[in-house]
């Protein structure tokens, strides 16, 4: 009967120690498991704060990049509009200087002749003005 005994205990033994060893090994397995989806959380936030600084720096670029091109935009415009002025300005004093030139070189009987012209013009202004 000890044998018996014996025998059924060792055998309760061996069964228990068979039940705590697969439920040793499905613990280390949970745990592995655990491990696991701890590494890819912690992988998965380390993408999102990666991500997100990129987007702050991404925006900080397009801010200094406003911030450089719109005093640029503004001297480009003016240096537009600076440059048609002194095309017109050119074109004046071109007007001027061939009046000018004009004016040394007429002689004395030629200006008679523009004044007698000029009052002709405006007697004739004067007459069809009174009808």
Do not use: C, W
């Not at 060893?21 to 990666?50: C, M, P, W, Y």
């Not at 002194?86 to 009987?109: I, N, P, Q, R």
């Amino acid at each position: 009967m000890l044998t018996e005994s014996l025998a059924i205990t060792t055998a309760l033994a061996l069964g228990a120690a068979a039940y705590f060893f697969r439920e040793l090994k499905k613990s280390r397995g949970s745990l592995t498991q655990n491990e696991a989806d701890s590494k890819k959380r912690e992988a998965s936030q380390a993408q999102v704060i990666h991500t997100t600084k990129l987007a702050s720096l991404g925006q900080m670029v397009a801010g200094v990049a406003h911030e450089i091109n719109t005093p640029l935009g503004f001297v480009k415009s003016n240096v537009e509009v600076v440059s048609d002025l002194l095309s017109e300005y050119e074109a004046a004093v071109t007007k001027v200087m061939t009046g000018v030139d004009l004016m040394l070189t007429l002689d004395a009987s030629m200006v008679d002749r523009a004044k007698a012209a000029i009052q002709k013009a405006r007697n004739e202004l004067a007459r069809a003005t009174s009808l």
